[in-house]
């Protein structure tokens, strides 16, 4: 641990922001390969909506996108 924490010390701010980028693309690609498991028949926009609706609040995607991820039907369905 000390020597990881001594590398991560010896990165440049523009060096630490990209692996914190790299993480974060790591974790929505992550997102993205659960949806894809649990819905095999989604579309690429019910995929985008399904993995935003993990890290995103519940009143944030209804009033962004107009889907309660709530309610386990398909989004862009009216209710």
Same mark, same amino acid.
């Not at 993205?32 to 649990?38: H, I, K, M, N």
């Given at each position: ?8 010390? +010896?990165?440049?701010?523009? @060096? =630490?922001?990209d692996?914190?980028?790299? /993480? ?6 992550t997102y993205?390969? *659960?949806?894809?498991?649990?819905y095999? =028949? /989604? *579309? @690429? ?7 935003? /609706?993990?890290?995103?609040? +519940?009143?944030?995607m209804?009033?962004?996108?107009g889907w309660?991820? @709530?309610?386990? @039907? ?6």
């Open positions: 641990m000390a020597v990881w924490l001594d590398l991560q010390r +010896r990165l440049t701010p523009g @060096e =630490k922001l692996v914190v980028l790299r /993480a974060s693309e790591f974790v929505l690609q993205e390969a *659960g949806v894809r498991l649990q095999p =028949k /989604a *579309g @690429e926009r019910e995929i985008l909506l399904r993995v935003a /609706a993990r890290h995103l609040s +519940r009143d944030l209804i009033r962004a996108y309660d991820p @709530e309610q386990d @039907e398909k989004p862009g369905r009216s209710a």
